[in-house]
């Protein structure tokens, strides 16, 4: 065989390996950043989930407006020691142990006490107008606890129309990816508290700029705009779909090889309806590489069937499928992941390691069950 034709094989053979998607089981485990209390905490956590055959960690390094790394843009979390980088440390385990580690974010829900952030840097201090609103035009920063409680909502989440909160929540991400070393970025609160908390000025101007109506003039139920409805409808998922994609423009330019997912709403209708969330847009246009379903219900025939509906939906992508392991006990955690693999539905998330230990189920045990 000529040299030139032997080059031109191998270097299509690589490209065809490089594109194609890794179809290895996944088992995955969440940890929530109350873990990360230690260098010694955090280095304990990833040998456990080595011993335990565990491929995949999302550690949270930014929740409530807060970071667990170093960051320049946002406030360090009171409870991270000082000279400690959670971040830093965890990526060191985990790729000394062939752990891929994902880089879990809060986006949109950012503070939820009546207690104010004591940095000023918070973004709950930003402009007004940063902020999801009811109906009514109120901001939900004016809203007590007690208030967001009553409306079913966490807390305090940005507005996911305003352009100065998606250039924030871009160079966030941007600054994770410059600084350290992940194998993926994990969205978490991408969404709407509730699609009802849309009507944000940024919202409304914008809306009202491109279609000539006030969104809250919909409100009114004069039958001359009920067109607008469904216009309405898909701008506000719009709104968080153009994040997400823009995100991963930024990664495929700094790392092709880094992957973008999102923990979802497990039910795809659901999550559009109640919450702005077209997860299945965003793995049918390649804007994630998969979504991990908070498929939580103690009940294995309803995680089942979520998973299944949930499945038709992959597009491009691929889904997986989180388990709520923090409310089951070790035969109802062993029986899903059982009924799932069945189902030819593979990659699976367990929610989380702190609620696996509270529970005293360690990872020698997941292992020895079959995990």
């Known amino acids: 065989m000529k040299p030139m034709v032997k080059r031109s094989i191998l270097l299509f053979m690589s490209a065809l390996l490089l594109a194609a998607p890794c179809l290895a ?19 304990k956590i990833v040998a456990r989930a080595a011993e335990a055959g565990v491929t995949d960690l999302f550690v949270q390094f930014f929740a409530k407006g807060e970071a667990y790394y170093n960051s320049a843009l946002a406030p360090r979390a009171d409870c991270v020691t000082p000279g400690f980088d959670p971040l830093a440390i965890m990526l060191k385990e985990c790729k000394a142990r062939h752990i891929r580690i994902h880089a879990w974010i809060n986006v949109y829900f950012i503070w939820s006490s009546d207690q104010k952030p004591g940095d000023k840097r918070h973004a709950y201090y930003r402009k007004k107008d940063w902020f999801a609103a ?32 998606k250039s924030y929540l871009r160079e966030l991400v941007r600054e994770i990816l410059f600084k350290y070393d992940v194998d993926g970025v994990h969205l978490d609160y991408v969404r709407y508290g509730k699609l009802d908390y849309s009507y944000d000025p940024a919202n409304r101007r914008a809306f009202k700029a491109q ?15 009920k067109p607008y409805w469904d216009t309405w409808f898909l ?69 089942l069937k979520l998973a299944r509906k949930a499945a038709r939906y992959r597009g491009r992508g691929r889904v997986y499928v989180g388990l709520g392991a923090w409310r089951d006990d070790m035969d109802g955690i062993m029986e899903k992941v059982r009924a799932l693999r069945q189902a030819g539905m593979e990659d699976i998330v367990l929610f989380s390691y702190d609620g696996l230990a509270q529970r005293g189920i360690t990872f020698e045990t997941l292992k020895q069950r079959g995990f």
Do not use: C
């Open 211 to 225: 279609y000539g109506v006030d969104p809250e003039r919909l409100l009114e139920g004069d039958p001359k705009l």
């Open 134 to 165: 009811g109906p009514s035009g109120r901001s939900l920063r004016d809203l007590t606890q007690r208030e967001l409680n009553a409306a079913n909502l966490e807390g305090v989440y940005l507005s996911p129309a305003n352009e100065e909160v």
């Open 235 to 303: 701008w506000r998922m719009y709104q968080i779909t153009d994040l997400v994609a823009q995100l991963k423009i930024d990664i495929h330019q700094f790392n092709p090889w880094m992957k973008l997912s999102a923990a979802v709403k497990p039910d795809p209708d659901e999550a559009r309806t109640g919450f702005g969330q077209d997860w299945p847009s965003w793995l049918a246009n390649d804007w994630v590489d998969f979504v991990v379903l908070m498929d939580y219900s103690q009940n294995t025939e309803t995680v």
């Open 25 to 43: 089981q996944v088992k995955g485990m969440w940890v929530v950043r109350y873990s990360l209390t230690s260098p010694a905490a955090a280095r």
